[in-house]
């Protein structure tokens, strides 16, 4: 039986008389410079979700895990109006973010079909691929603690049959195509992007889309107005805070030991270090499958995330033979010291990097390295100055002025959100203003309380104790609003959906 025979019989069995088309998978081997790739013809597609539950179906995910979803875009004005549909999977990007990110290499672009491949048995599901992709397709399952997506059916366009979506489509409104790589990196433009959809600038999308002849005016997604709070990412709250407070303390105990303080220093760095070491261990919390964290190295030369693991782990090495120098008065904790500085430094910098991703544009500024530093420069001296490391108007100021810029951080970046034109930006604006505000208040008066006014009127050792505790819960639901008011770019979803951008 021929692929093209076998794709019609596969039609036959599933719901409805599908319209006679072009073939449903493409008639021809792949040729050098040439990938698969999935057609959408909108113009056919009714909304039925029929490719959606084949899709579940074909690879035994739970109801809430879709890794093909059926949108819907509406325009025009009363009484002419127009509703459209959009299904999409994975669209096997020319430059898959998802890929680039990963911190394993669980995803592979396979050399001769060009399907974006994910590997479920090297993943240890950190999610970092969830941010990393525009169109919101890898999914995190929590049972199997891994991440997993629309592998174009791979195994079934091998054997010459459909993936399971194109055959289920009562429309034949799926079809597979063999595009032309570098025909495509020139004209994507103009049949990659829809309304409803991120721009495929972001990873070079290859999916094929057929609009209909005209759109009705304003087209967009139906679910524009409704945005909701992301996932908090306890683990990464708390794990980000607490390795900003460690390196910013011992940036602390370093100038002091070079400005010729030598009292307390080594229960200083050991308190660091004890911070130090619960945000490693709050991190590994954050993985589907921690047993194999170490793996999370691998991928240093390409993945922040590799990086951030690398550095925080030389970080927390060094932390700890510095601390022994100072604890056991040995030459040479200077020259550690430094090195503790340098490599928490780093750190940050790779911690902060992993969060400028394409697709949360609310991530994606400054205003996350400022946050992240800021955090560090806040708390580090706060708990430099309550352990009794001496210079302690030093310390307080150092930290007042950390204080005062992370308040100027957070209302310039709360002004830029509100007053911008980029959807996901106002979104966050909005979730920020609203559902959030009550958190956002509290959050700056923590921030004013706790690093600016207590630091400034503390005499005695129980005020500098309030003002850290204070400033810490602050930079922790600071950190909290960080991760929940993200609006990242996505499909549009369905009109009825819940939680889930579409299904
Ligand atoms: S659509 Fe997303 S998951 Fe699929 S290849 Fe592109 S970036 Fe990766
Ligand atoms: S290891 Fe992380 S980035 Fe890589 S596939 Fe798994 S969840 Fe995605
Ligand atoms: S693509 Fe086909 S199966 Fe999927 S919703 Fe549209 S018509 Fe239904």
Not at 2 to 13: V, Y
Not at 471 to 486: C, K, P, Q, W
Request: with cysteine.
């Amino acid at each position: 039986m021929t692929p093209r025979s076998r794709a019609g019989s596969a039609r036959a069995a599933h719901c409805g008389v599908p319209t006679e088309s072009a073939p449903k998978i493409p008639e021809r081997q792949l040729a050098a410079g040439e990938q698969y790739r999935f057609h959408f013809d909108m113009t056919k597609c009714i909304g039925c979700k029929c490719c959606v539950v084949a899709c579940n179906e074909q690879n035994g995910n739970p109801a809430q895990i879709n890794w093909r979803r059926v949108g819907e875009i509406e325009g025009g004005w009363y009484p002419n109006t127009q509703r459209l549909h959009l299904s999409m999977g994975c669209n096997h990007c020319l430059e898959p973010t998802c890929l680039k990110g990963c911190p394993v290499d669980a995803y592979s672009k396979d050399p001769v079909t060009g399907v974006v491949i994910h590997n479920a048995q090297t993943c240890i599901g950190c999610q970092y691929c969830t941010w990393n992709c525009s169109y919101g397709v890898p999914q995190y399952n929590p049972e199997r603690g891994v991440v997993g997506k629309c592998d174009m059916c791979h195994n079934r366009l091998a054997e010459g049959r459909e993936p399971a979506c194109v055959g289920a489509c009562p429309e034949s409104a799926i079809q597979i195509e063999i595009v032309n790589i570098a025909e495509w990196k020139r004209n994507y433009a103009a049949s990659a992007n829809a309304p409803g959809l991120p721009s495929a600038d972001d990873s070079l999308s290859t999916t094929r889309i057929t609009l209909p002849a005209s759109l009705p005016p304003d087209t967009r997604k139906v679910d524009l107005d409704r945005v909701r709070p992301e996932h908090p990412h306890w683990p990464l709250v708390f794990m980000t805070v607490l390795t900003q407070l460690s390196v910013g303390a011992f940036a602390a105990i370093w100038l002091l030991q070079i400005f010729g303080q030598q009292a307390r220093l080594n229960i200083a760095a050991l308190v660091s270090l004890i911070a130090g070491g619960l945000a490693l261990g709050a991190s590994t919390l954050h993985l589907g499958r921690p047993i194999h964290a170490y793996r999370a190295l691998k991928m240093w030369k390409r993945s922040w995330l590799s990086r951030e693991v690398l550095l925080f782990g030389l970080f927390s090495n060094i932390a700890f033979a510095y601390a022994a120098l100072l604890w056991l008065s040995l030459p040479g904790s200077r020259f550690a010291g430094a090195l503790t500085v340098l490599a928490g430094v780093a750190g940050l910098t790779a911690s902060a990097c992993i969060y400028l991703v394409r697709p949360r544009p609310a991530w994606r500024s400054k205003h996350t390295v400022a946050e992240f530093y800021l955090a560090g420069a806040l708390l580090g001296p706060l708990l430099a100055a309550n352990i009794g490391l001496g210079a302690r108007q030093w310390l307080i100021g150092a930290a007042v002025l950390a204080g005062g810029l992370q308040l100027l951080n957070l209302t310039v970046k709360f002004l830029w959100l509100v007053s911008s034109d980029v959807f996901e930006l106002k979104a966050s604006g909005r979730l920020l203003s609203a559902q959030l505000r009550s958190l956002l208040l509290l959050r700056s008066a923590l921030l004013v309380v706790g690093g600016i006014v207590l630091p400034l009127q503390a005499q005695g050792a129980a005020g500098l104790r309030v003002a850290l505790v204070t400033a810490f819960v602050g930079e922790i639901l600071g950190r909290y609003l960080f991760f929940v008011s993200v609006v990242p770019k996505n499909m549009a979803a369905s009109y009825l959906s819940g939680r889930k951008a579409a299904a």
